[in-house]
C-alpha cells in the first residue's frame, strides 16, 4: 500500500521527470548516465531531497542548447548552476519565475541572450543571482528590487542598456535591496544617471562595481551614505561634477576606482579612508592642485595612479616611505621640482611611472634605487642625462607560473598535463577575475602561493578530489581586472568525471571559495573540460530495445522477474535470485538447434532478403540503436515489418531462440503477433505482421487523418483490453506487459486495436544491466505510482496505464502535457453531479459529435483503474465486462465485428510513418509528454 502523500509526490516526481526529460531532449552533451527511471538516483548533477530535485549543477558539462521553460516544473528547485557551458544560448525563460523555492541561480559564462526576464522578480528566495558573461539585453529588470533576501547580484559583462532603475510609487527598484552586499553591472551599457535614490545609509552594499557603462551625470551624494562599502569602481564612465566631499566618510574603502571620467573640481579629500589600498583617480580634469598633503597619510595605500589629473608641484618624499607601497602611476600631470625617493623607502615599492612630466632631476642615495623608475618626457632626461635607467622605459613583465614540488615535470602525451606533482593528469582549466584587487606588484610570487593554498583548502573542505592548483600568466586586462590562469588537477585518477567537475565548477561559481580579502570580488570563467566534450547526443533510440532484438540474458530474465512477481506476489527484486526459471539453462552452452516451434516460420536470411527488396533504404520503416525495420512482401501478398538486429546489439543465440519461443506462445487477434524469424549469415531478425494504421497516439493526435468518433474509441478500448486480458489471463506464462501506452496500441485496416511490444519493455541495453532489478521500468505518465513506489510489479500496474489510456481516450491528450498530469487534472475537474461530470472542456470535441453516451461510466471505469492502491483496481477481466456494458449503453452490440463500423472510415495517406518505426512501436515517441523512462 502507498499513502496518498507517496502518490502526491509521484506526481510530483513524474513532473519533474518530464521536465528532466525536456531539458534533455534540447540540450546536447547531457551526462550518460541520466539514465533510468529516477533522477535522484545519483544522475550526475542532480540532486535531491525527499524524491525532489533541489539542486542542479552542471557547471563545465559543454551543455548545447536552450534552457526549455519546462524547468519551472522542476517546483523543488533550490539551486541552478549551468555556469561555464559556452553552448548554452537563447533566452532565459520568463517561467523561471515560478521556482519560487530557487535560491541560487548562478548561470555565469554561457551564451544566453535577449532580456532578462522580469519574472526574476518572484524568485523570493534568492540569495545570490549570477548572470554575469553572458549576451543579456535589455534593461535591468526593475522587479528585482523584489528580492529581499539578495545578497549577491552580478549581471556584469553583459549587453544591457537603459538606467538603473529605483523603486517609485508601486514600481520596485534596486533602491529596496538593503541587504544586498554586491552590485556587480560593470561592462554593459548602462546609461543615464546614477540615481540618488539608489543609495541610503539603509544599504549593506560592500562591492559597487559600475565600471565600463555609459553612466553620466554627478555622483550622488547619497553614495557616502553607505558606510558598509569596501570596492567602489566608478571608472569608465561619463560622470562629470565633483567628488562629493563626503565620499570621505566612506571609511571602509579598501579599492577606489574613479578613473576615466569627466570629473572636475576640487581633488577629493581622502584623508578618511585609512584603509584605502588601491587608489586609481586617472584620466579626470580636476582643478589643476598641488600634491595632496594628506596622501603620504594613507597608511595602507599600496597602489596610487593618478595620470593625467593636473597634479602640480613637488611629490613629497613621504609618500614614498608609506610601508605597503607598491606602485605610484603619476604620468602625464605637471609634477616640478627634484625627485627624491629618501633613504627609507617601502620595500614593497616596484614601480615609480612619472613620465611626461615636469621634473628636473632625481636625488640619488648612497646604496642606490632598487625600484624601476620611469622619468622619460621629464626635464630631467634630457641631454646627457637621457642615457640614464630612469630615461628609459624597460619592458617588465611579471610572470609567474605555479612551480612543480619538489619534483621533476614528468613528459605527458598530447592532452595531459604535468601537475605541481609531476604526474600527467587532464586538469580542470579556466580563468580567475580579481574585479578590484588591492595590490599592483604581479611579480609577488607570495600572493600566488596565498591564493593556491586557499583554493586546496576550498576544494578540501568541500570533498572534491582535487591534488592541486596550478596559476600561471598572471596580467592586468583593459578593465584593470587582475586576470590568472587556473589549473586544477585530479587526485586519485587521471581525470574528473563529471560530479568533480560540476562541484568544483559551483565551487567557483556559488563564491563558496573565498580568496584571501586582498584579492577582493572574483569570478572565474571555465573552460569546457575536453574529456567530456566528445560525447555526442546520446540517441534515445539506442536506449530501449525492441521487441526481441537485441535483449540480453539479463532483460530476460527481467521479464520473468515480472512474471514471478505477478505469481508470487513477492519483492521483484528478491525474485531474481530465487526460482529463477532459467537457472537450469546453461548459457555457456552453444546456442542449439532452431527453435522448435509450431507457429513462426524460420526464414533463411535469402528470402527476407528478397522480401524486403534487398533491405534497400526504400523499405526502410525505421531505426534505432539496436538495428533497422523493414517493410517486405511475402509471396503470398501479406505484408511482414523485419526487425533487423545490427552487430553489436545482438543477444546470444540461446536468449534469440528463448525470446522466440515466448513470442511464440501468443495468439490473439487484439495482439500483434510473430510471423518468424531468421538466425543466419549472423543474422538475428523477427518478423511481425504488418499492422498499416499506426498507433492509437498517432491517431489521436490527427496525425494520420482517421477520425476517431465515440463509438471507433469505445471499440478500440475494449480491442486493446481483451489484448491485455488474454496477456494476463489466457497466456502461458502471463505476461505483464508493463508498458501499455497509447504509442504501444496499434490499429489495423480495420481499426482493431492490437496490443504491441507486449512483456518486452522491459528489456534493455547491455548498458544498464546493472540496475535491472532495482530500477522501476515503464513510461512516466503511464506509470503505476505504487510500483514506483514498491518497485513490486503486479498484472494491476498495467490496469493503472490502462486506466490513462482511457483518459487520453476521452480528451486526446498526452499524459503528461505541459507539466499537468492528465490523471490529476481530471481528478481535479470532475464534478459526479453535473452531466458528463463537467468535463466539456477537457473533452476531445471529436468525441462530442454525438453525445458520447455511457461516458460518465467510462470515466468511472477509468478512475477505477487509477486507484492508489492496486488491490482496489479491477482485473483486465472486469475491464472488459464494464466496457462491453458501456457499449450497450452507447448502443452498440459489444460482439459485432469492428468492420461494421469502421470499413468506411477515411482512408489515410499512403505516405503515412510506419507503425513499425521505432518511434510508433518500440520506442517512446520522442515528444515531451512520452517521457520513457529508460530513455532519459
Ligand atoms: C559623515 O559621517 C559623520 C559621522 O559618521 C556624520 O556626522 C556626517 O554627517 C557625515 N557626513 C556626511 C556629509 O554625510
Ligand atoms: C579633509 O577632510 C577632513 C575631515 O573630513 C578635514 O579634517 C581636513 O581638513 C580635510 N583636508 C583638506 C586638505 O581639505
Ligand atoms: C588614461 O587615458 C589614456 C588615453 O585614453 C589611456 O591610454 C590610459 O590607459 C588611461 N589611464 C588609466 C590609468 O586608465
Ligand atoms: C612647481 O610648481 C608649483 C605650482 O605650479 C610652483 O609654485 C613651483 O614654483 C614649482 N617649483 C619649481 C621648482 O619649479
Ligand atoms: C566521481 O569521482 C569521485 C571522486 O573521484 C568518486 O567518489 C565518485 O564515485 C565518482 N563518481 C562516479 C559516478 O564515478
Ligand atoms: C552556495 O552559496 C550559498 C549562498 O552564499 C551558501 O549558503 C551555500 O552554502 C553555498 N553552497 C555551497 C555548496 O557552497
Avoid at 625627485?339 to 611611472?353: E, P, V
Avoid at 533491405?615 to 517486405?632: C, D, L, M, P, Q
Amino acid at each position: 500500500m502507498v499513502t496518498s502523500r507517496e502518490v502526491g509526490s509521484f506526481v510530483f516526481i513524474i513532473l519533474a521527470v518530464a521536465a528532466l526529460k525536456a531539458l534533455k531532449d534540447v540540450w546536447n552533451n547531457t551526462p550518460p548516465n541520466w539514465l533510468g527511471s529516477d533522477p535522484c538516483s545519483g544522475w550526475d548533477g542532480i540532486r535531491c531531497t525527499n524524491s525532489r530535485v533541489t539542486s542542479i549543477t552542471l557547471a563545465s558539462m559543454g551543455l548545447m542548447g536552450q534552457l526549455s521553460g519546462d524547468i519551472q516544473f522542476l517546483t523543488e528547485l533550490q539551486t541552478l548552476d549551468l555556469s561555464y557551458n559556452k553552448g548554452l544560448t537563447g533566452p532565459l525563460p520568463s517561467s523561471i519565475g515560478n521556482l519560487k523555492k530557487l535560491t541560487n541561480l548562478i548561470l555565469v559564462g554561457c551564451s544566453f541572450s535577449g532580456p532578462i526576464p522580469d519574472t526574476i522578480g518572484s524568485l523570493q528566495q534568492l540569495l545570490i543571482l549570477s548572470l554575469n558573461s553572458n549576451s543579456f539585453t535589455g534593461p535591468i529588470p526593475p522587479s528585482i528590487g523584489n528580492l529581499l533576501n539578495l545578497y549577491w547580484l552580478d549581471l556584469a559583462d553583459n549587453k544591457l542598456s537603459g538606467t538603473i532603475p529605483v523603486s517609485s510609487g508601486t514600481t520596485p527598484g534596486l533602491d529596496m535591496l538593503v541587504n544586498t552586499k554586491h552590485f556587480h553591472f560593470g561592462n554593459n551599457q548602462l546609461s543615464g544617471g546614477i540615481p540618488s535614490q539608489l543609495f541610503s545609509s539603509k544599504m549593506t552594499l560592500i562591492h559597487v562595481l559600475f565600471e565600463s557603462n555609459q553612466l553620466n551625470g554627478i555622483i550622488p551624494l547619497t553614495l557616502g551614505l553607505v558606510q558598509t562599502m569596501e570596492a567602489l569602481r566608478l571608472d569608465r564612465n561619463s560622470l562629470s561634477g565633483s567628488v562629493p566631499s563626503n565620499i570621505n566618510n566612506l571609511t571602509h574603502v579598501n579599492e577606489l576606482f574613479l578613473s576615466n571620467n569627466q570629473l572636475t573640481g576640487p581633488f577629493p579629500n581622502l584623508t578618511g579612508m585609512n584603509y584605502l589600498n588601491y587608489m586609481d583617480l586617472s584620466n579626470n580634469t580636476f582643478d589643476v592642485s598641488v600634491f595632496p598633503p594628506w596622501l603620504p597619510t594613507l597608511e595602507s595605500l599600496t597602489t596610487l595612479v593618478m595620470e593625467n589629473t593636473r597634479l602640480q608641484g613637488e611629490i613629497p618624499v613621504t609618500l614614498f616611505s608609506l610601508p605597503q607601497l607598491q606602485t605610484i602611476e603619476l604620468k602625464n600631470n605637471q609634477l616640478n621640482g627634484t625627485l627624491d625617493a629618501g633613504s627609507s623607502y617601502s620595500s614593497q615599492l616596484q614601480l615609480i611611472d612619472l613620465q611626461n612630466n615636469s621634473i628636473a632631476g632625481f636625488t640619488e642615495r648612497a646604496g642606490g634605487f632598487n625600484v624601476e623608475l620611469i622619468l622619460v618626457g621629464n626635464p630631467v632626461c634630457t641631454g646627457t642625462e637621457g642615457t640614464k635607467t630612469y630615461c628609459i622605459i624597460q619592458q617588465s613583465n611579471s610572470s609567474y607560473s605555479t612551480p612543480s614540488k619538489n619534483c621533476v615535470a614528468a613528459t605527458c602525451s598530447s592532452d595531459q598535463i604535468s601537475s605541481p606533482n609531476c604526474r600527467c593528469e587532464y586538469p580542470y582549466a579556466g580563468t580567475l577575475f580579481f574585479r578590484a584587487p588591492s595590490f599592483s606588484d604581479l611579480g609577488n610570487s607570495s600572493i600566488y602561493m596565498s591564493l593556491e593554498s586557499s583554493l586546496m583548502r576550498s576544494f578540501l573542505s568541500n570533498h572534491l578530489p582535487v591534488d592541486s592548483v596550478s596559476l600561471s600568466n598572471p596580467t592586468k586586462n583593459t578593465d584593470n581586472y587582475f586576470v590568472l590562469s587556473l589549473e586544477i588537477f585530479p587526485s586519485g585518477q587521471d581525470r574528473f568525471n563529471r560530479t568533480g567537475i560540476s562541484g568544483i565548477g559551483f565551487v567557483l561559481s556559488n563564491q563558496t571559495f573565498k580568496p584571501p580579502p586582498t584579492f577582493g570580488p572574483f569570478y572565474f570563467i571555465g573552460d569546457a573540460y575536453g574529456i567530456f566534450a566528445g560525447t555526442k547526443k546520446s540517441s534515445n533510440t539506442g536506449i530501449v530495445i525492441g521487441a526481441a532484438v537485441g535483449g540480453s540474458v539479463l532483460a530476460l530474465l527481467s521479464l520473468l522477474v515480472g512474471i514471478y512477481a505477478f505469481r508470487q506476489k513477492r519483492r521483484a527484486e528478491r525474485a531474481d535470485k530465487v526460482n529463477n526459471p532459467f537457472a537450469s539453462w546453461d548459457p555457456s552452452k552453444s546456442s542449439g538447434d532452431v527453435p522448435h516451434l509450431k507457429g513462426p516460420i524460420s526464414f533463411s536470411f535469402e528470402e527476407l532478403k528478397k522480401y524486403a527488396n534487398n533491405f534497400s533504404e526504400a523499405n526502410s520503416i525505421g531505426s534505432g540503436g539496436y538495428g533497422k525495420v523493414y517493410r517486405g512482401t511475402l509471396p503470398t501478398g501479406s505484408l511482414i515489418a523485419i526487425k533487423r538486429a545490427q552487430h553489436g546489439s545482438m543477444q546470444g543465440g540461446l536468449e534469440f531462440k528463448t525470446e522466440i519461443e515466448l513470442l511464440s506462445r501468443v495468439h490473439h487477434k487484439n495482439v500483434v503477433s510473430l510471423v518468424g524469424f531468421c538466425f543466419e549469415h549472423g543474422e538475428q531478425m523477427l518478423v511481425y505482421e504488418y499492422i498499416p494504421n499506426g498507433t492509437l497516439r498517432e491517431s489521436l493526435s490527427g496525425r494520420t487523418g482517421i477520425r476517431l468518433d465515440w463509438i471507433r474509441r469505445l471499440r478500440i478500448t475494449l480491442g486493446a483490453a481483451k489484448g491485455l486480458q488474454y496477456l494476463h489471463e489466457l497466456a502461458n506464462p502471463p505476461i505483464i506487459h508493463r508498458d501499455i501506452k497509447s504509442n504501444n496500441i496499434l490499429l489495423d485496416e480495420r481499426l482493431n486495436a492490437k496490443v504491441a511490444d507486449f512483456g518486452l519493455s522491459k528489456l534493455m541495453s547491455d548498458t544498464e544491466k546493472d540496475h535491472i532489478t532495482t530500477q522501476v521500468k515503464g513510461t512516466m505518465g503511464y506509470m503505476d505510482p505504487e510500483y514506483y513506489m514498491t518497485q513490486q510489479l503486479t498484472e494491476k500496474s498495467d490496469v493503472y496505464s490502462f486506466g490513462v489510456v482511457m483518459l487520453e481516450l476521452i480528451t486526446s491528450r498526452q499524459p503528461i502535457e505541459k507539466g499537468k498530469y492528465i490523471v490529476r487534472e481530471i481528478r481535479q475537474a470532475m464534478d459526479r453531479t453535473k452531466v458528463l461530470y463537467d468535463l466539456h472542456e477537457i473533452l476531445d470535441p471529436a468525441i462530442m459529435a454525438t453525445t458520447p453516451r455511457g461516458l460518465e461510466k467510462f470515466v468511472d471505469l477509468a478512475m477505477s483503474c487509477l486507484e492508489e492502491s492496486g488491490a482496489k483496481r479491477p482485473t483486465m477481466g472486469e475491464v472488459v465486462k464494464e466496457i462491453e456494458n458501456v457499449m450497450q449503453i452507447a448502443g452498440l452490440n459489444p460482439n459485432a465485428d469492428s468492420a461494421s463500423t469502421s470499413a468506411n472510415y477515411e482512408g489515410a495517406s499512403k505516405e503515412y510513418s510506419h507503425p513499425y518505426s521505432d518511434q510508433s512501436l518500440f520506442l517512446y515517441s520522442g515528444a515531451f509528454p512520452h517521457a520513457k523512462l529508460e530513455a532519459l
